[in-house]
């Protein structure tokens, strides 16, 4: 009797320690694909900077959020000249950020294409 009480103890606590995980990876996951929201990146570097799945996707959600500044900037000052270009590459950094979710969702760390090697002169 008494090891069945201690074994649906030891269950119980287990069952409670995998719930902990599960909530601790559902809220890396979900600060994952903030980090590829454009400004919401902020939220994710700061709830989630030092969890290493995490700072891997905010690296790369920064470089986006750059590029996206970059962008908006330039075509501001010459836009009717750049404007197909500069909505070809919006079409490419809205991609790129779907892949990154992909990721986010699969629980890969896979660089992204040209923004992946970009993500490195980040350091935090």
Do not use: R
């Not at 760390?109 to 992946?116: A, R």
Request: proline share 2%; charged share 10%.
């Amino acid at each position: 009797m008494d090891d069945m009480q201690n074994n649906s103890a030891t269950g119980a606590s287990q069952g409670s320690q995998n719930k902990n995980e599960s909530t601790g990876v559902e809220s890396n996951v979900l600060m994952g694909i903030l980090s590829y929201l454009g400004p919401l990146v902020i939220i994710s570097y700061l709830t989630s900077k030092n969890n290493s799945f995490v700072k891997f996707h905010i690296k790369q959600g920064l470089v986006l959020l750059c590029l996206e500044i970059v962008l908006w900037v330039l075509s501001s000052m010459f836009f009717w000249q750049l404007w197909a270009l500069a909505q070809l590459i919006n079409l490419a950094i809205l991609v790129l950020a779907i892949i990154g979710i992909v990721n986010v969702v699969q629980k890969k760390e896979k660089m992204l294409p040209i923004v992946g090697g970009l993500s490195s002169y980040f350091k935090f």
